[in-house]
């Protein structure tokens, strides 16, 4: 009786979202598996981490509250005042940083694979995107606590895009909703973080997951007769033991580092000493640092800004630009410029903390 | 097209900020006499933006913007080197708003100092 019951439910969502189609796909599908088919795993660690800022920074939403006078009560509250307020909080600011790290490992490693080349320019492409709207959730969410860190790491990320040419005011102006950081900007942040940023991302996600599942796994150049794994349910299970690796690190963090709330921002206080942003911004920080105030007759910091940008499309089309690795053939060239950057972002992140005087 | 644009005229206008009249004084009152003691500072509000007022060891009232004109952070009065420190990027500056070293591009504005009575007046110069 049960289990005819169970037949009948079974046929009628089958026959409404083709269940048996999707999983004959999963079947099918399978996973190359050769010397460095470690780093496919960084993806799925990525989408996994997201899942637990969806789940995390909803529930968050049940006592924040963004308002400039009771922001920053309303995260004491929750780290103080909330049953387990404190771990939602931690493993949500943990996971936001471990995520953007992994997200910088999976796309280096993609980059070193050349894992970008035809047909998985769009993949690339997206991918890049994710990492700016993640970083830029990074940014919108840094400023929500209301405290003096993440005042002055506003007040400085936003004129940065008010020193662009042509387009910096009228940006600023728009990023924080009038012309100081001000309730209007933590309000406009608050809708960046929760409205505008997920919609986009999620779209973006979904976008590039569809590439990958659509295109499978991009195999090494020079990689020949590698053999293939099922990826259900075999490549999952070892994705899932990436994740509860994963998930003990953010519990450990957690427990022994639980997230600070910080001093509440003060508009009129100078601002502390070793100020720095959070650590994926810290290589571009410590460049606006050391650049001179004037190369020839123009601003040092909007030359870097300009630099930084440039920088960033030239990446983002680097399966255009690649035209060995499109026809399959070793790029030594890229490879070079891909470990140059990496070593610069190492190094100025690594200074920052070092060398405070730098 | 021309529909797309009339649906999203509206959205963009709503999110663009309506301008709002800017709060600009001339002067204000940044302290009372004989409040600061000597090679110290004080930040306080002028308009909008913070400004500082330094009281030098030799007793000399000097008001300064506050505002690091290379990424807006505010700066600090570091009493040891009589000087004004922006902790952002390392940028220093004398009290005559002069850039010392770091990367801020421009000085910081000056204010006038007076005294009235019982209060350390700070106005812009004209």
């Excluded at chain 1, 471990?98 to 320019?121: D, N, Q």
Aim: aromatic content about 12%; hydrophobic content about 50%; some cysteine.
């Amino acid at each position: 009786m049960a289990k005819g019951a169970a037949r009948a439910v079974w046929k009628f969502l089958d026959d409404r979202f083709l269940i048996s189609t999707l999983l004959g796909f999963a079947g099918k599908k399978t996973v190359p598996e050769h010397g460095r088919s470690f780093w496919y795993f960084f993806g799925g660690i990525c989408l996994f981490l997201t899942g637990i800022q969806v789940a995390t920074g909803g529930l968050l939403l049940l006592y924040y509250t963004p308002h400039v006078d009771a922001a920053h009560e309303s995260i004491q509250f929750i780290m103080g005042g909330v049953k387990f307020g404190w771990l939602i909080r931690s493993v949500h600011s943990w996971t936001a940083n471990i995520l953007i790290g992994m997200m910088f490992v999976h796309m280096f490693s993609t980059f070193f694979l050349k894992a970008y080349r035809k047909p998985r320019e769009l993949t690339w492409v997206t991918g890049f995107l994710l990492l700016v709207l993640f970083m830029a959730f990074g940014f919108s969410g840094y400023l929500l606590p209301w405290n003096e860190l993440s005042y002055f790491a506003t007040r400085v990320g936003t004129d940065i895009a008010g020193s662009l040419p042509l387009v910096g005011k009228g940006l600023k102006t728009v990023i924080l909703g009038g012309p100081e950081v001000s309730q209007a900007t933590l309000s406009r942040f608050f809708w960046f973080h929760i409205g505008l940023l997920p919609v986009a991302a999620l779209t973006l996600v979904a976008v590039h997951v569809l590439l990958v599942q659509t295109l499978g796994m991009s195999k090494p150049i020079g990689e020949r007769g590698t053999r293939e794994i099922p990826f259900f349910p075999d490549f999952l299970y070892k994705d899932a033991l990436g994740w509860t690796v994963i998930l003990v690190l953010v519990g450990v963090l957690c427990v022994f580092l639980p997230w600070e709330v910080g001093t509440k921002a003060d508009p009129l206080a100078s601002t502390p000493l070793g100020i720095k942003p959070e650590w994926y911004f810290t290589f571009m920080f410590s460049t606006l640092k050391i650049i001179p105030a004037h190369i020839l007759s123009l601003e040092g910091e909007k030359l870097a800004i300009l630099g930084f940008m440039a920088g960033g499309l030239l990446w983002m089309l680097v399966p255009f630009l690649d035209r060995r690795a499109r026809r399959g053939e070793k790029s030594p060239l890229f490879t070079w410029v891909g470990l140059a950057l990496a070593a610069y972002i190492v190094v100025m992140t690594v200074l920052t903390y070092a060398v405070p005087s730098l | 097209m021309a529909t797309i644009a009339a649906f999203l005229y509206p959205v963009v206008r709503y999110v663009l900020p309506p301008k709002r009249a800017a709060v600009s004084e001339d002067s204000v009152v940044a302290a009372k006499a004989g409040e600061l003691a000597p090679n110290s500072a004080k930040v306080f509000k002028f308009g909008t933006a913070p400004a500082v007022l330094v009281n030098t060891p030799d007793g000399t009232l000097t008001a300064l913007s506050a505002i690091c004109t290379h990424l807006t952070c505010t700066v600090r009065f570091d009493g040891e080197t009589g000087t004004l420190f922006c902790p952002c990027h390392n940028g220093s500056f004398d009290l005559a708003g002069n850039v010392l070293s770091g990367p801020p591009p421009r000085p910081l504005e000056t204010y006038t100092v007076t005294i009235s009575g019982p209060d350390v007046i700070v106005s812009r110069r004209r």
